[in-house]
């Protein structure tokens, strides 16, 4: 150090290097400020890493939300689908009937309640509501759907519109529920012997005789009403009529024999028709064909 | 030496290059996964909640993505001249900016950003809003790589689709509605410059509560649009005297909405709710909603005026319930509505004081056979509680009246009639009148019960009023009339039921007598409040005068006011006068009904058959000679045979037979 040409060399030599280390700084600024190029090495080798990474952070956070959200609603809207199938799938109104007993309330739309609605008789359909005034709801579009309400006196039937408003509120009673379910069923009785229709049993062959004198439109109605009349006619067939009106119906029952019947509820003026036909005194002169 | 210093130099910017790159790979180790498209990403079906008129009143949880070639080029520029001059230019950092935001920060003391646009979608998109020394330096590691990902174009769409503008309002689209009422394409230079001015501080900046900061901000981003040459001086000077027209409908949350949030949580939990992209059909009528909101607000400044200092904020609620439907129209939970904060209107915490009696009443016709013209004694009176005690109740006056008909005792709310009916009808009787009512809170069976010693919502309320103007139809307060998901499946829809809970005739009775408190009773100032539509109502006041009630109806709404504050504290006025609930709360009630009622038409309730309204003397319920003292009673048609129903009761004298009968009725 004290050779000063090795003095001066050695300045010389470190201004060189350091001036050449300022320069390249200089120069790679510069670089960096016109071309961003460490920025962009970085962004490519983090671009390059990426496919390794987790989804992290608050938007995929969001999204898994998302998807928690998707799957519960899902599931929500599976349950409604299989319920809707499930309500789809009952075949009468026989059938939606038992569904409200068991499950205390239904909900069904308007269109498969009116579907359901035509698998009744046609003659107790008015007893759930006239067909005239539902045909005035849905012409008039306001019919959305049906909620069946289990009551301890019955069933109600809410008609409500597409605003969930109320439109109608029918009532099934329990004697009319009763009447829904044994109407066309068999069941075990001697109608000979059972007081309700003591005085009214006739033979196949008089009931038959006094039917063919009703107009042509009510024997259909009769046939119609009693589908098994024609298979269960035989010698020993015997036709009764009950004692028992329920909502203006009358029992009917129909016996192969002295052991079962099937049995009808028919509309009570039907029944004043039919034994209109029979003549005065029918009990008396017809003592041999009423048992 | 040469060597050595050179060495040193070399090994020093190696560690110093080492360090930095250690660094770098520590800090990339738990980077985010970043997808190839940010639109899926970002784009959600919000969960939208609508009014009863179909109006679309609050979404939340979502964020609605438009691309860029349908975002206002004035809005793209504003953003860019707002947030970030060298956009276009850096890749993702600008050294310069943050240069001078520390150089601001640590020597001024200056707040300032230095983030680019690319930066504060990184942080929007995968970081938390805290402030970390660290996050800073992954938020610019991911800004490089969306700059290396994707073009600038993309970067930018995704900006304007992702940023927060305030309320409910994310992303551009959502911002041009909810104060503009337009699409983000159709956004003018003004609102553009407006909107991009938000974003710096969505709340400090909002144009409908800070209106003067908002221009400001916009003025600062037209002159910087200038300076950097995205309009000329002309353009400049038209956008900055440009009138701008905001939504009429600012869409912000109210207690209503957020009692609905709460309720279809509890129904589809939390996640369907704020992230399923649901769509809410609501009872809520807006209209309503504000004049409630404006209404309370008013009148609680109005009485804390006159109240006796005492450090805590007067609070107040209203809930409204429609008559034909029982749709609750309005809920209004504080003065001041906070998101998520308490919700008085449903909270069943205040003693409702007298506002209990109709229900008592009620059942003393009911179970007693008594009617508004029966003649009660009031007298200091003492009785034993269940638990054994002496419990002897007093008149708000700390007088008694001595003998006079049930509706005059109404009216005056008497405490001791009260008390001895409920004493006659019993604790369990009691409970079960108001079980009938449809209220659910928690009720004691108490002999005080009478007086109202019960905790019940102002909703409750409300709803338990509604049965009287429906003649004794019960309907539960609906608040969601539909709920569909994404794809429009109906999940969930209200089914209004009517169900018989009172005797018509009795309601009837019960109604009449709580037109009288509007008309001449407690109730008096809803008609000196210049309400003058058919109403009937009652008033409350608890213990000490905590609690101050009005609960009111007309044939359209009905609605309940509670006054109070949030800790048990006495309502005293300045000049030592206690605040009743004809004082505090039935003038809010009045003025809120008075603009309410505008829609309606003003009807009559509808008497049942089987009533007459006859005048007697309201001190021995005897038919009235002078119809000047006479009190008008609605009873029932076979109440006193013969006397005439109309405003002649002098002509009619009861025969001399009957007299004794009468005095035993």
Known sequence: ?291 | MKSKIFYSFVAGASLLLLTLYGGFLWLSADLPYIPSDLRHLIYAQPTEIYADDGTLVYTLGGQRYVPLNKISPYFQKAVVAAEDGHFWRHHGIDKLAMLRAFYRTVFLGQTQGGSTITQQLAKNLFFTFKKRFLRKFKEMLVAMQLESMFTKEQILEAYCNLIYFGGTAYGVEDAAQQFFDKSASELTLAEAALLAGIINSPQALNPFSHPEAARRRQALVLQRMKRRGFIDEATYAAALTDTLVFSQRPRRSNDFIDHILTLATKRFGEEAVFFGGLKIYTTLDSDLQRLAEEELAVGLARLEAELDSTGMPLQGAIAVISIPTGEVKALVGSRKYLPGGFNRAVSQNRHVGSGIKPFIYYAAFEKMGLNPASVVVDSASMFYTETGKRWMPRNFDRRYHGPMIIKSAFLQSINVIAAQLGYQLTPRVMKETLRRFGIEAPIPEVLPLALGTVGISPLEMAAAYSIFARNGEYLRPVFLKRVEDIGGMVLDRAFIFGEERLQPAISYQVLDMMRGVIEQGTGRSVRLSGFLAPAAGKTGTSTEFTDAWFTGITTSLAASVWVGYDRIYRLYTKTGRGVTGGYGAAPIWANFMKRAMKRYPAREFRMPDGLKRIMVDPRTGWPAVDPAEGMTVVVPDNFWPGLPTDAAPRQWLPPADSLPQLRNQ
């Open chain 1, 1 to 291: 150090m004290s050779n000063p040409k090795n003095l001066t060399a050695y300045r010389t030599w470190n201004r060189k290097y350091w001036m050449l280390a300022l320069a390249l700084l200089i120069a790679l600024t510069g670089l960096e400020a016109r071309t961003y190029f460490v920025e962009k090495a970085l962004g490519q080798y983090l671009a390059w890493q990426n496919p390794g990474r987790e989804k992290v952070g608050r938007q995929w956070q969001v999204e898994q939300k998302r998807l928690l959200a998707g799957t519960r609603l899902e599931k929500i809207s599976k349950e409604l689908r299989s319920r809707e199938k499930q309500l789809a799938s009952i075949p009468n109104f026989l059938e939606l009937i038992r569904r409200v007993l068991q499950e205390n309330q239904l909900v069904i739309p308007a269109q498969h309640f009116i579907r359901l609605y035509h698998t009744l008789p046609f003659f107790l359909k008015e007893h759930v509501i006239a067909p005239d005034s539902l045909i005035a709801l849905r012409l008039q579009d306001r019919l959305d759907n049906v909620i069946l309400n289990r009551e301890a006196d019955g069933v109600e039937m809410v008609l409500i519109d597409a605003q969930s408003r109320i439109e109608n509120i029918l009532y099934l009673s329990n004697e009319l529920l009763d009447v829904f379910f044994k109407h066309g069923q068999s069941e075990v009785v001697d109608v000979t012997s059972d007081p309700r229709f003591a005085g009214r049993v006739f033979r196949f062959e008089l009931f038959w005789q006094n039917l063919s004198q009703l107009p042509k439109g009510m024997q259909n109605n009769f046939l119609q009403a009693m589908p098994d009349l024609l298979t269960l006619a035989g010698p020993t067939a015997k036709v009764a009529i009950s004692n028992k009106i329920s909502e203006n119906l009358v029992e009917v029952a129909v016996a192969p024999d002295n052991f079962r019947a099937v049995i009808y509820y028919l509309p009570e003026d039907w029944i004043i028709n039919f034994v209109s036909t029979l003549e005065y005194p029918w009990m008396q002169n017809e003592e041999q064909d009423i048992l």
